[in-house]
Structures are given as structure tokens and as C-alpha cells.
């Protein structure tokens, strides 16, 4: 199975025909499209897709994810293995810094071998080796044959979540096309804070938010959060953007805690 995510959007034709020397490789395998529409150029965003995708994906899926502003220039092309079994094909430039973070690092491999590649483009890497690579991977080529040992790889600078007092500090690592603002911020961190449905919660101590299970809980336009499909917080509006209400872009830093009740105290 080979799992594609890019920033090629679906305008052109520059996944098709990638698809098409996928077939022309291995006409049985199996393709999944993550996503297409990663914001261009965006490495950082693809790598906390590829991290919340990768979890629903089997032993032995090989990713591809392009996302390659460096393309023909002195960066590398790689395939990663991690040591869950996974294959991740694409260009040295960090996108797999959080995959290799969460499964650990078996062996990276450049993609040298010649031999496996499909054409000899210096701008459309992806069809020509990221593409071809993974295709032959998935029909059987041993690892070890397309090309040689990397003993480093490129990763990104990364802000680890964290608990401070009261408080979680943690970034925005993607909105997504609702607007709801994807966090880095686990869900394991709420049972260490001890919140429960239907708190308070206070965003960089100005904006309120409920703390419910799902969207609906709270009535259209109003703000929540809440522990999303891959097991992260995420601030959201119902049925509106987040991102815009709160001017929250990625990278952002967060704040969140909850709101402690007033008590009445008697003279």
C-alpha cells in the first residue's frame, strides 16, 4: 500500500500522472491519497499531517509525501524506516521529523540507485524518484537496494507541549479547512490537569471556551475545545473558523487552563 500526500493541489496534473508511473510499476498496488491540498511549501504542516495520518495506516504502508521547495537543488531524496515498519519516501527536509520522533528511526537510506528511478527531471522529483521508488518498494525491491545508508537526516526545530502549574503551553500546528486549530498539545495532558466536560477554559488568558466531546455541544458559533480524532486538543468554533476568531496562525504559541470558580467569601 502506498499512502501520497502533497502541496500539489488537484488543479494540474502533477498527481496523476505520478499515480500513473505508481501503476505502470506495480499495476496491483494500492494508492490512498492523505492529501493534496497541504499549503505550498508548507514542510512543517505536511509532518504534522503525516504524523496524525500515519497512525490509521498498517505495518508496511510506504508514505510518500512531497512537499519540495528544494527540488534539484543539493537536498537529498530519502526513504526512512521506522521502527513500527513504515516506509517514508520523499525529500531530506524535515518533513518526517515527527514520524521519527513518535516511532523512532530503524534506518535511512538515500535514494541513489539509479536504477529504481523512473526519469531524470531536476523539478519533478516526485514522479521521477519519490514515486518510482515507492512503487518498486511496493512490488518487492528490499530496501537495502535502493541506494545507501544515510547516517543523518534532516529534522525541524520542535516545541514540545508542556505543562506549566495550572496551565498547558503548546503551539498551533495546522488549521485545517474548517478553520479549527489543530494543536500539539496531547490529550493526556487534560487527565494530568484534571479538567472535565463542560469547564471553562481560558485560550492565552483572554478567550473563553467550553471543554465538551464534540462540536454540537455547544451552540453554532460559539467557542470550544476539545480532544480531536487523533488524540490531540483542538480549539474550534461550531460552524464557524477558529483560526479567525482568535487570529491564530501556525506556530502560534497557546495557552490553555481552566477557569478557576469565583467563591463568595464572607466578612
Not at 157 to 166: D, F, H, L, R, S
Not at 191 to 218: E, P
Amino acid at each position: 500500500m502506498i499512502a501520497f500526500l502533497t502541496d500539489w493541489s488537484l488543479k494540474s496534473y502533477y498527481v496523476g500522472v505520478a499515480k500513473a508511473v505508481m501503476k505502470r510499476i506495480n499495476p496491483n498496488v494500492d494508492i490512498i491519497d492523505i492529501t493534496h491540498d497541504i499549503k505550498p511549501f508548507d514542510v512543517r504542516m505536511a509532518a504534522h499531517v503525516l504524523l496524525r495520518a500515519s497512525a490509521d495506516f498498517p505495518e508496511g504502508t510506504i508514505f510518500v509525501a512531497v512537499v519540495d521547495y528544494g527540488v534539484g537543488t543539493a537536498r537529498k531524496s530519502i526513504c526512512m524506516r521506522t521502527k513500527n515498519e513504515q516506509f517514508y519516501v520523499g525529500p531530506d527536509n524535515g518533513i518526517f521529523t515527527y514520524v521519527a520522533l513518535l516511532y523512532g528511526v530503524k534506518q535511512v537510506r538515500e535514494l541513489d540507485n539509479k536504477s529504481y528511478h523512473y526519469g531524470s527531471s531536476n523539478t519533478f522529483h516526485g514522479r521521477d524518484i519519490f514515486a518510482a521508488v515507492a512503487a518498486h518498494l511496493s512490488s518487492g525491491v528490499a530496501f537495502e537496494k535502493i541506494g545507501n545508508v544515510l547516517p543523518n537526516y534532516i529534522v525541524l526545530p520542535v516545541k514540545i507541549a508542556q505543562i506549566e502549574g495550572e496551565s498547558v503551553l503548546g503551539e498551533v500546528a495546522f488549521c485545517d479547512g474548517f478553520g479549527n486549530v489543530e494543536t500539539n498539545i496531547p490529550a493526556a495532558f487534560v487527565k494530568n490537569l484534571g479538567w472535565d466536560i463542560d469547564d471553562t477554559i481560558v485560550l492565552n488568558d483572554t478567550f473563553q471556551l467550553s471543554y465538551v466531546r464534540a462540536y454540537g455541544d455547544v451552540e453554532k458559533g460559539k467557542a470550544l475545545v476539545h480532544i480531536d480524532s487523533s488524540g490531540y486538543l483542538e480549539i474550534s468554533i461550531n460552524q464557524g473558523s477558529a483560526a479567525e476568531v482568535f487570529n491564530l496562525e501556525e506556530g502560534a504559541q497557546i495557552k490553555l487552563r481552566r477557569r478557576k470558580l469565583e467563591t463568595n467569601r464572607r466578612s
